[in-house]
């Protein structure tokens, strides 16, 4: 799996990203990579922050920015033992438009934000979000604040099986699997499209999707309920998977969070979202 990029704006719902985020790098063991989005140098600098490791000579950013991670990552090895490798980007303008050149320069698989409630509990996602993950072409996770951070134990991709994405499932596979998670891929029919009778679903499933690397941890579930946001609500609250998985603008994406901006999380969905660019 690739290295991890989390947005840094020292904002509550940032930090508590930031231990969900630290704790699936030591579980992959991959980079984590924090960028200060409002910091403002010349040129772009990954310095090596890992614990284990570095000095003061070899940490040349100032407390005020490293410290507050410091403490999680310090917090993360006494409960788990696990000791990420942290770097942070330096010295180059935060926007949508730089993301490529920091994902392709330090090879970035997934980016991640906080987001926290409005002032009427809601969660939004952000469209600069969005924008980053088009632009990079990585999956954004987003991390509600009120979350409680853990390893993914249960994965759920919801899609149209006609429509499912093997790269996806590639990558889910690369993720679960440190994880020791298993991935559900929930067939919900898309509107206008008539449902997939069972056995034929399944024999798709296996056929197209199925592979020795991931048979083990990869299952099917095919969904009667063509409310995308009641099925939904069954696989996160009835189910238990704490991970959900969507693509951008897509049908089960705009059916459970709205067809334009701001979208809006449902109340009842309390997990992770892993959105992957359209």
């Known amino acids: 799996?690739?290295?991890?990029?989390?947005?840094?704006?020292?904002?509550?719902?940032?930090?508590?990203?930031?231990?969900?985020?630290?704790?699936?790098?030591?579980?992959?063991?991959?980079?984590?990579?924090?960028?200060?989005?409002?910091?403002k140098r010349e040129n772009p600098v990954a310095k090596e922050l890992a614990v284990a490791h570095a000095n003061e000579e070899e940490t040349e950013i100032t407390t005020d920015h490293t410290s507050w991670i410091l403490k999680l990552e310090s917090k993360l090895n006494w409960e788990t033992g696990l000791l990420?490798?942290?770097?942070?980007?330096?010295?180059?303008?935060?926007?949508?438009?730089?993301?490529?050149?920091?994902?392709s320069r330090y090879d970035i698989g997934m980016l991640v934000r906080g987001i926290a409630e409005d002032e009427?509990?809601?969660?939004?996602?952000?469209?600069?979000?969005?924008g980053c993950s088009t632009k990079s072409g990585c999956p954004v996770l987003l991390i509600p604040q009120k979350?409680?951070?853990?390893?993914?134990?249960?994965?759920?991709?919801?899609?149209?099986?006609?429509?499912?994405?093997?790269?996806?499932v590639s990558f889910l596979s690369q993720l679960a699997k440190p994880l020791n998670a298993s991935i559900l891929i929930a067939n919900i029919s898309a509107k206008?499209?008539?449902?997939?009778?069972?056995?034929?679903?399944?024999?798709?499933?296996?056929?197209?999707?199925?592979?020795?690397?991931?048979?083990?941890?990869?299952?099917?579930?095919?969904?009667?309920?063509?409310?995308v946001p009641r099925a939904i609500d069954v696989l996160v609250n009835g189910m238990n998977n704490d991970l959900l998985v969507l693509v951008n603008n897509?049908?089960?994406?705009?059916?459970?969070?709205?067809q334009n901006m701001p979208y809006i999380i449902p109340t009842n969905i309390h997990v992770p979202l892993l959105i992957f660019p359209s």
């Not at 989390?6 to 924090?34: C, M, Q, R, W």
């Not at 009427?120 to 969005?130: F, M, N, R, V, Y």
């Not at 897509?250 to 709205?258: A, D």
Request: include cysteine; charged fraction near 25%.
């Open 192 to 227: 206008g499209l008539p449902f997939m009778e069972d056995n034929y679903a399944r024999t798709v499933f296996s056929e197209t999707l199925l592979t020795r690397a991931n048979q083990e941890h990869v299952y099917f579930s095919n969904i009667r309920e063509r409310n």
């Open 250 to 258: 897509k049908f089960h994406f705009n059916e459970l969070v709205g």
């Open 1 to 39: 799996m690739k290295n991890i990029l989390i947005f840094n704006d020292f904002s509550p719902e940032a930090e508590h990203a930031a231990e969900l985020a630290l704790l699936l790098a030591g579980k992959t063991n991959t980079n984590l990579y924090v960028w200060n989005t409002f910091d």
């Open 120 to 130: 009427s509990d809601l969660l939004h996602i952000k469209s600069e979000a969005l």
């Open 84 to 103: 990420p490798v942290v770097k942070f980007i330096e010295g180059v303008d935060y926007a949508p438009n730089h993301v490529l050149s920091i994902v």
């Open 147 to 168: 979350v409680n951070y853990k390893a993914f134990e249960k994965i759920v991709y919801a899609t149209d099986l006609r429509f499912c994405r093997r790269e996806i």
